[in-house]
């Protein structure tokens, strides 16, 4: 049973371009969170998905920041018009329904220049 | 010993000794308290949890203590080992918010040999 997958790793885009980072999920999992890390810091929740539905987006910016989980396919956490500030690490995380144990992936590191 | 560096306070502990880092949470109605190793360059890596309604667990090489009167919580790892070093985070959990995670500001952990 793999983990859960990310990519890319590692992710270089110029200011005003777009980026699609994609989770997939341990198998049998049916929830998704997105957390971003900046250098030196913990994480913070941006998103919480169950299949094609939004739970929460409380830690999400309003503008630019999507993030959608469909039926089939992986979880896909988009970002329009990246500016400097977008640089992080941005991790998925998954459960299965009514654990309470999430498991991260390796992350994707996000360099806006 | 352990000393607040520019960022991430650090504590440095000879290989063999035991590891004590600390904690403080801010919400009372946490449901579960989590502790997480990062490993540099990767994802989160939970190690163990305690529920609210407990003041302490024991897994291997590792304890948790809560101590819900001052909001604390702390991780001991016995007999340090080289790959314990990491940056290790503690998480707050609420059920009712849908188990999305709240991270503390991380110690890092350096061992000597």
């Known amino acids: 049973n793999a983990g859960v997958m990310q990519n890319p790793r590692h992710l270089v885009r110029r200011r005003g371009q777009e980026a699609r980072l994609r989770c997939s999920p341990m198998?049998?999992?049916?929830?998704v969170y997105w957390y971003r890390q900046l250098p030196e810091e913990g994480l913070k929740f941006m998103v919480y998905?169950?299949?094609?539905?939004?739970?929460?987006e409380s830690g999400m910016p309003k503008e630019r920041f999507s993030a959608e989980f469909p039926k089939e396919g992986p979880s896909i956490l988009r970002i329009q018009q990246v500016v400097r500030g977008d640089s992080a690490a941005y991790f998925c995380?998954?459960?299965?329904?009514?654990?309470?144990?999430?498991?991260f992936g390796q992350g994707t590191r996000l360099t806006v220049v | 010993g352990e000393s607040v560096g520019l960022h991430l306070p650090t504590l440095s502990v000879q290989e063999g000794d035991n590891s004590i880092i600390n904690c403080a949470y801010s919400?009372?109605?946490?449901?579960?308290f989590i502790w997480y190793k990062q490993e540099s360059g990767k994802g989160p890596q939970f190690i163990i949890d305690?529920?609210?309604?407990?003041d302490k667990r024991q897994g291997q090489r590792v304890t948790v203590l809560l101590n819900k009167t001052v909001k604390h919580l702390s991780l001991q790892i016995a007999a340090t080992q080289p790959g314990d070093s990491a940056v290790y985070f503690c998480?707050?959990?609420?059920?009712?918010?849908?188990?999305?995670?709240?991270f503390g500001g991380g110690t890092r952990v350096l061992v000597k040999p």
């Open positions: 995380a998954s459960s299965p329904l009514g654990f309470t144990e999430a498991f």
């Open positions: 198998k049998g999992h049916s929830h």
């Open positions: 998905l169950q299949k094609e539905n939004i739970i929460d």
């Open positions: 919400n009372s109605a946490s449901d579960y």
């Open positions: 305690i529920r609210s309604n407990m």
């Open positions: 998480a707050e959990n609420m059920e009712a918010a849908g188990n999305k995670l709240t």
